[in-house]
């Protein structure tokens, strides 16, 4: 099978020094991979010179002048920078060239414009952002992690099925089991939202397993958790931000007196295979779901490996033709859902 | 200062067992406390007892004949259990006989039930529930922690007052920044009720410092951070899932091959000093704000440290005479809005 990602190669906080030889590295892993870098010719031309490479069917450049900056307005990169890298390379999904578009540029920005270029899958009113979390027995996809706020019940029913198609598509899971955030201090468990949209995923033909709890998406007790953007990307970075006290407390530990440096050097061993499992880098790539194409989202300060796993994902979700899976269950579900 | 708290000694997984001692632990203290175990007479007398202590001025048994269990309806525990030690315990502290009540039980029991005895402060819509959280340079107060869903602007407002007497009071801050928690993906940033809650923020004379997104929860960029009780508690449980996540690999990797049984041993001594700097037994005892008294919920499953540390958050609490202060700090924010 023959693929085609088309990669925004000045997004991100390192441009094409992290993408180029990320492409590089993905390119010598599949045969029938083709990367088209999209960008300032000259600068690209130059970066795949210097990694000893050059341009190729298998890898080609497609010019773009402009950039857009990690902190402009979404809204404004939309109306003044139709000749980005971004723009350019989601246009080439738009016109079939590419398969799928990678990006580690400004979310908002990549959001916006790939709404506006792709547009929405029949039956979806906004795409979300998903990712995959490690858990204590795998991993689990989360969704929406800030494309929307304030998701209606049927939103939040359409994020199940996006979740519920790209695991079993992605992961090679057959019936994914969803779950939907919730609390467990009220007595009518949640808000309204949360209750109106447990009632259509109970009604639905998906694998839905009830309300989960913020502990319970490191837990591994669902495949794919639900909630609203907001409460998502606060439940996200939370993680990152505990995450990274407990590094910067080990490390402190482990400079601190002559016993803990010694203490260090026998157990770097051990916590570096533990960094491994736990690599953020690992889980890099985050899916813009619901659009008429394939967009992933890298990390803005991915390195060449996190970059690499994006790209991954993104042929993964080519190969297991996503979009069109999301479109069918959400014919099937709803045709279901109208027949009872 | 002479104080008296009374505990609810059937409250949480462990009940006298862990209450005892740590009532007993906390009176060896503080010379001016008065401890009233509230519950079953019998088991109180036998567990004092079993502890080689007696009842004494300091150390008072009052009888309560029913208990909250931890998953009965708050509705229900309400109008069913008006002789249940939760309930007797937030009696005395209505009828001045304590001055502050802590107890290990049902969340939401304690919530309905402490709201329905004690009543809301003035200016108050609804009682929050706040904790501290460990940060690299010291701890925050996150609040709401699941008391409330959908809380208005108007309510974020009563939050972030609430927080900062909390925090000046307890903590010794003298001007407690105040974060308002919101997500940076949208174009114009958050929902609108984070949006209006940020603009009766800045217009109030409270140290106000803005947008802060679920990293800087443990960065330590703000003292409290305000939000919706939904997202708080979401916050504070996928963290809680995080670092068990960790803590569970930790001890997997230090576990499996011989050398690593030895890296263990020999950084055993750092993990434990790590383990408690981040020990959340040390954070131990959320505060029900925002009532005509003082309550402290201690976590369910506490052990004789951590219940004691809810005491010392509860007697810190009376000595600073929490509600009035935020009665006062209430009082002088309105009437300065008013005058604007």
Redesign the interface.
């Known amino acids: 099978m023959t693929l085609t990602v088309a990669l925004d190669a000045f997004g991100g906080d390192h441009g094409p020094a992290v993408v180029v030889p990320a492409a590089l590295r993905v390119l010598s892993e599949y045969d029938g991979l083709q990367v088209i870098l999209v960008g300032e010719r000259a600068t690209l031309e130059r970066t795949v010179r210097a990694q000893g490479a050059a341009d190729s069917e298998r890898l080609t450049i497609r010019h773009a002048s402009q950039t857009v900056a990690m902190d402009e ?3 404004l990169a939309l109306r003044t920078k139709k000749d980005s890298s971004m723009r350019v390379a989601l246009n080439l999904v738009k016109e079939g060239v590419a398969d799928a578009c990678v990006s580690a540029g400004n ?2 920005a990549l ?2 414009t790939a709404r506006f270029v792709l547009r929405t899958l029949p039956g979806i009113d906004r795409p979300a ?1 998903v990712s995959s979390l ?3 027995c795998g991993h689990t996809r989360l969704l929406d ?3 929307n ?2 998701s209606t019940p049927g939103q939040l029913f359409q994020f199940a099925v996006m979740g519920s198609v790209l695991t079993n598509a992605v992961d090679n899971v057959p019936h994914p089991r969803v779950g939907l ?1 919730n ?5 009518i468990k ?3 939202r949360v209750r109106e949209a447990a009632r259509l995923l109970a009604g639905s033909e998906l694998n839905y397993v009830g309300f989960v ?7 591994g007790t669902a495949d794919v958790i639900v ?1 609203d ?3 998502g ?14 590094s ?3 490390k402190q ?2 400079t ?1 007196s002559f ?2 440096r ?3 050097l ?2 770097r ?3 570096n ?2 960094r491994r ?2 690599d953020p880098r690992r889980y890099n790539g985050a899916s813009l779901v619901g659009l008429r194409g394939i967009v992933v989202k890298s990390h803005g300060g991915a390195d060449v490996l996190a970059f690499a796993n994006a790209i991954r994902e993104a042929i993964a979700e080519v190969q297991k033709n996503v979009p069109a899976r999301i479109s069918n269950l959400l014919e099937s579900v709803l045709t279901t859902k109208e027949a009872v």
């Open positions: 307005l979404p809204s979310t908002g959001m916006a952002i490690p858990t204590v992690l800030g494309a706020v304030d955030l609390i467990g201090e009220e007595e949640g808000n309204q709890e913020g502990d319970d998406i490191y837990r909630c953007g907001f409460v990307n606060v439940a996200l970075k939370s993680s990152e931000g505990v995450a990274h006290m407990i910067h407390y080990v530990e482990f601190g016993y803990a010694i203490a260090a026998v157990a061993p051990v916590l295979r533990l499992k736990i």
